[in-house]
């Protein structure tokens, strides 16, 4: 599975972006499509994720500001997030994998900048 994170870019306090991922390959075995994001001297954390259902499960920060949303066929996910604060700045990985007990496939990362 080869995954491509696209969307990022600097943006205003309030503003919004969408973020998408262009998956490829054996994408049939996926189970759970996921965002991450990494701040400077922080550890990656989870974002937002898609589970077999559809479940859709938001990190508290983010909860009715951000949602995410794919493909039926899994090859794009996405991520739109409205109403941006400072703290959301990081740089956003996209991650698919087939059950929560492995680390999965991670996409380049793409850098979100909240700033005025």
């Known amino acids: 599975v080869q995954l491509q994170a696209s969307g990022g870019g600097l943006v205003q306090p309030r503003g919004s972006l969408r973020l998408s991922c262009a998956a490829s390959g054996s994408l049939f075995r996926i189970n759970l499509m996921g965002w991450y994001r990494q701040a400077p001297g922080k550890e990656r954390e989870l974002v937002a994720l898609i589970r077999s259902g559809p479940r859709k499960d938001y990190a508290d920060s983010v909860k009715g500001r951000f949602t995410i949303s794919g493909d039926y066929d899994k090859s794009t996910l996405y991520l739109q997030m409205n109403s941006l604060k400072p703290e959301d700045t990081g740089v956003y990985f996209c991650?698919?994998?087939?059950?929560?007990?492995?680390?999965?496939?991670w996409g380049q990362g793409t850098q979100v900048t909240v700033s005025s």
């Open positions: 991650n698919y994998k087939v059950n929560s007990h492995v680390p999965g496939y």
